[in-house]
């Protein structure tokens, strides 16, 4: 079965400290895509970061990067210096190739500290 | 990224009434949409695939006659929650794949608040 898991339901971290958001992923299907969303209180689902299954190296958007370990079939997320800003639920969500749908993991609430 | 939109952002409705929902892809053309529902502090739960000129999809438990979804264009899919009751209360978004991109990176409207009294 296709599946999803985010392990930590909240996190505090102090400011300007790095903080790596847990994903493991199940799935039997070779070719497949991992995506980090954003969920402010405001609602606004913001599209973070994409690995996809074949890719060679982590994928890195700014201050936003992927630890990808397929063996592991795990797909953390790596925020480098934490912003007061960055404090939302984070989501990670998997694709097949076969549809668009996502799969989606419960999510994490991260609060940064001042 | 891309933009997609929603409206209304927040809605209040009576008991009984009916709450269209529109989701527009504002600078690429979406063939298919989805659109979730959120409950408090959880994840979404997708309801149903909405397909440019054909019938939606719908999630298993997702009562098709209760929210009917039109996807009358490339750019617009509209969602109506009929006859809506206090349970029906909740926060809808919707999303659009953008095909052509590489990873074909779904992209989210801002939600719409339903309140049903």
């Known amino acids: 079965a296709q599946k999803i898991t985010q392990t930590q339901p909240g996190m505090f971290v102090q400011e300007k400290e790095a903080v790596t958001l847990d994903c493991t992923y199940d799935?039997?299907?070779?070719?497949?895509?991992l995506f980090w969303y954003k969920q402010p209180s405001s609602g606004e689902m913001i599209f973070l970061i994409y690995?996809?299954?074949?890719d060679q190296q982590n994928a890195t958007e700014g201050r936003y990067s992927l630890n990808f370990q397929k063996a592991r079939k795990s797909a953390n997320l790596v925020i480098s210096a934490s912003q007061l800003g960055d404090s939302a639920m984070y989501f990670c969500?998997?694709?097949?190739?076969?549809?668009?749908?996502?799969?989606w993991g419960a999510g994490t609430k991260l609060i940064i500290k001042p | 990224g891309a933009v997609v939109s929603q409206h209304p952002s927040r809605v209040i409705c009576k008991s009984g009434t009916s709450v269209k929902i529109e989701c527009r892809s504002l600078?690429?053309?979406?063939?298919?949409m989805f659109w979730y529902r959120q409950f408090p502090k959880k994840s979404l739960m997708l309801m149903a695939t909405?397909?440019?000129?054909?019938?939606?999809?719908?999630e298993q438990g997702v009562e098709k006659d209760k929210f009917l979804i039109n996807h009358a264009s490339l750019t617009l899919s509209t969602l109506t929650v009929t006859s809506a009751h206090p349970e029906d209360s909740s926060f809808y978004i919707c999303?659009?794949?953008?095909?052509?991109?590489?990873?074909?990176?779904?992209?989210f409207g801002p939600g719409t608040r339903l309140l049903v009294l």
């Open positions: 799935t039997s299907d070779p070719s497949y895509g």
């Open positions: 690995q996809g299954s074949y």
């Open positions: 999303s659009a794949p953008r095909t052509g991109d590489f990873q074909e990176t779904q992209y």
């Open positions: 909405s397909n440019e000129g054909s019938k939606a999809t719908y």
């Open positions: 600078d690429f053309q979406a063939t298919t």
């Open positions: 969500a998997m694709r097949h190739y076969s549809n668009y749908q996502l799969i």
